[in-house]
Every structure is written in C-alpha cells, then in structure tokens.
C-alpha cells in the first residue's frame, strides 16, 4: 500500500472525505490507500485488506425511475431492489449502466466511491454495517479505498440507513 497518486478521481474523493473531517475507527483522518492491484468487488477488497467481506461498503449505483440512487451495502449480501423500491416508492429500481454510472458520479464500476461526485447522489446506507467497527469504501478508482466507520460514513453523506436485503 503507497500514498495516493494525483488521479482526479482519487484526489476529488481525499478533497471530500478532508472536507467533511471525516475519521477512522481510530479517530485519524480518513485517508485513501492505495492498493497494488484492483479490487472491483466486494470479495476482492476484503482478501487484499485481510477483513471480512461484510465490512466493505459496496457502492452501488441504481437507476430509480431515470434518477440515481446510490446504495452503500455490505459486501456480505445482495440488495433486495424490489424492497428497496417499494420503500423509496419508485415504480422501478434497475442496476445503473457503466455510462449512467460514470455520468452521475464521475467514477468507473469497481471504484464508486461514497462521495466525492459532481452533483449530490441520493444515498441510501445499509443498516448491516453498523455491525462493524471499521468499514472500507471505495475511493474513486478500482485500486483505492479508504477505512471509516458506520457513524462518519452516515454523517459525511447525508445517507439514509435502509435495511436493503
């Protein structure tokens, strides 16, 4: 793991998360890791940091009736889309394409961030990551991520905790 390289998208997520004085479960500032190969999944995040799949926040982009949503869940399971929508009150709830993904956050499949975007992305937060107390979350690009904890990536994202399985 080595300091970040100036890739604009890794760079707009470190400006966010410094920003919002985001912490770690340590109480240092969150700081984005750079990792030596990519981890597009949830599985592959957490066998390079050595933590349980559960503690990865997955962000995960969807499309709710032509508008983004983004959903920050557990790597330990899938998002229910029909609960979800039947909460959010959408007609309809469909995983986002690599373009929609792009256009709304400015960030590849495999390295959405939780912030850090051009315009605000409505965001729900799963309820299954209060159970850790460290959590990991993609930092802008496949081979960046960064530790937080379940209070701070609430508070630093205005998210809405959800159950979504």
Do not use: C
């Amino acid at each position: 793991m080595s300091a970040p390289p100036q890739h604009p998208n890794v760079t707009a997520v470190q400006n966010a998360l410094d920003h919002a004085g985001a912490h770690d479960h340590e109480g240092r500032p969150s700081r984005i890791v750079m990792l030596p190969d990519a981890v597009p999944t949830a599985a592959a995040a957490a066998e390079a940091l050595g933590v349980d799949v559960g503690q990865i926040a997955n962000s995960l982009i969807f499309d709710a009736d032509g508008a983004p949503l983004l959903v920050l869940t557990s790597g330990a399971h899938r998002v229910d889309t029909a609960k979800v929508a039947a909460e959010l009150g959408v007609a309809r709830l469909r995983r986002a394409s690599p373009e929609f993904v792009r256009e709304h956050t400015g960030q590849p499949i495999g390295g959405v961030a939780p912030l850090g975007h051009p315009a605000p992305v409505r965001t729900l937060l799963d309820r299954a990551l209060a159970g850790y107390e460290e959590i990991w979350a993609a930092g802008g690009i496949p081979h960046s991520v960064f530790p937080i904890t379940y209070p701070e990536l609430s508070r630093i994202t205005g998210a809405t905790p959800v159950d979504v399985a």
